[in-house]
């Protein structure tokens, strides 16, 4: 084997390594409780690491007691450093991680929003989830426990 080779291993197994964003979850409402497609915890308050993805979404379904459940696609936003070291070093893994999950989100079901933000110290945005979005993700929850 090269030195090229396992050099081009290497880089490859870091870039996949760090294929990942950590995200902490809240909810505005005590109680509530949040599944996200692709993970098995529902608690909140919570952290949670999730893989970085191009074409995919992460569904969810949150729901709080005396509240609809509310169903959709978590906001996901446009990583550049991937983008640019897929670009320098291997094109094709743009396919696969350009979009991770923001570090913070905060659901409230009473507004029928999801808020999230990059830094701590930034503004909440906040995000309702469209009509064809929480169909996905209703008929995605509906699916998984065979309704």
């Known amino acids: 084997m090269s030195i090229r080779a396992v050099l081009v291993a290497l880089v490859m197994a870091a870039l996949s390594a760090g294929c990942t964003a950590t995200t902490s979850l809240t909810a505005a409402q005590g109680g509530s409780s949040l599944e996200i ?10 952290s949670e690491t999730l893989g970085a ?11 709080s007691p005396g509240f609809e459940p509310l169903y959709g696609v978590l906001p996901l936003r446009l990583n550049g450093t991937y983008m640019a070291l897929d670009i320098l070093f291997f094109c094709p893994a743009l396919f696969f991680n350009l979009r991770e ?25 906040e995000y309702q989830p469209t009509a064809d979005e929480s169909a996905r993700a209703q008929k995605f929850f509906s699916a998984a426990k065979g309704d």
């Open 101 to 125: 999950v923001f570090p913070y989100y905060e659901l409230d079901l009473e507004k029928r929003v999801i808020r999230y933000k990059k830094e701590d110290s930034d503004p909440w945005v």
């Open 37 to 46: 497609k692709e993970t098995s915890q529902s608690n909140l308050p919570r």
């Open 53 to 63: 993805t191009t074409f995919g979404n992460y569904e969810f379904k949150a729901e």
